[in-house]
């Protein structure tokens, strides 16, 4: 059986900024930081998945499970490790891939033009993915003027049109309404039966046990168990279980003390170190700035 995806020792971990003006001075280089905070969102996480396999992604929020989902879309790259992927994919996820400002119609063309599709291709197309999204009169209408729920329904619509080898499913049946996760889920077993390669995010527990025959636990960045989803899915709920009977207080130190395990901290100064670096900085963009307008406006003056 051919392996369509495979992660090896991925890592990907975000900068964190007390300020945005720390951020603007890091992208053009005038403050380099010798104190840095990083948030690792995935951590040596390894699997392989092959041809045709349906796999769900199960974990608290936060855990990471969107992170991996934009990495397996190649929306993001790893910080660390690599990722071997032997075909097209596509993300579905609540509005993701859509122009607020376009109309309906206008993202079905634009993202049928991403996935290489040609104008007598996409014509072809247009009228199935109407139908199947089934939003009415808004199609015509901007993609801001629409509910969370329609967002999702036209995603998931232009993306499964698209004919991808694999199909990444992030949270985008958990709005809207359970006639449209019913077709939606019927669509998904035709691609199945196709040997499509399927990565399915949800909380919904039954959607994940009755849809993929595999499960990845991804707990707080790390993998904490890949298998039959049977058999991710019992310990899953076990600890679900176990961390539903924690108080209020036991689960709000619980999810502190794993969320500090996910923040490196390189070479971190003392706070009053950090606070003459802030106040460095916010002069610095001041100064930037001033003198990014000042070089604008003699532009215009000029005529250039």
Request: net charge positive.
């Amino acid at each position: 059986m051919k392996a369509k995806v495979e992660f090896k020792n991925v890592y990907k971990t975000f900068n964190m900024y007390a300020k945005q003006h720390e951020k603007l001075l890091e992208l053009f280089s005038l403050n380099k930081r010798k104190e840095r905070k990083e948030f690792m969102a995935v951590r040596d996480v390894s699997f392989k998945v092959y041809e045709g396999e349906s796999i769900g992604i199960v974990g608290l929020n936060g855990s990471g499970k969107s992170t991996i989902s934009n990495m397996l879309a190649q929306v993001i790259p790893p910080t660390k490790g690599e990722i071997i992927i032997n075909g097209q994919t596509s993300l579905i996820a609540i509005s993701a891939g859509l122009n607020n400002n376009l109309t309906g119609l206008e993202n079905i063309k634009l993202k049928c033009m991403m996935h290489g599709l040609k104008d007598d291709e996409i014509e072809a197309l247009t009228p199935d993915i109407i139908e199947f999204a089934d939003i009415g009169d808004y199609i015509k209408q901007p993609v801001k003027n629409y509910s969370s729920g329609m967002r999702s329904r036209l995603g998931f619509s232009i993306s499964v049109h698209t004919d991808p080898d694999i199909l990444v499913i992030d949270e985008a049946l958990s709005v809207g309404d359970s006639t449209f996760a019913q077709r939606s889920l019927e669509k998904m077993n035709e691609f199945k039966k196709r040997g499509k390669t399927i990565f399915f995010i949800s909380h919904s527990a039954s959607q994940v046990k009755s849809f993929c025959e595999k499960a990845i636990w991804i707990h707080y960045g790390e993998l904490k168990m890949f298998g039959s989803s049977t058999e991710v899915q019992k310990e899953y709920q076990a600890f679900i279980s176990s961390f539903n009977k924690m108080s209020s207080e036991e689960k709000k130190l619980y999810k502190t003390k794993m969320l500090g395990q996910q923040i490196n901290h390189e070479n971190q100064k003392q706070v009053g170190n950090v606070k003459k670096s802030v106040k460095i900085s916010e002069l610095l963009t001041n100064t930037f700035l001033i003198g990014l307008t000042l070089i604008f406006g003699s532009l215009i003056v000029l005529g250039y």
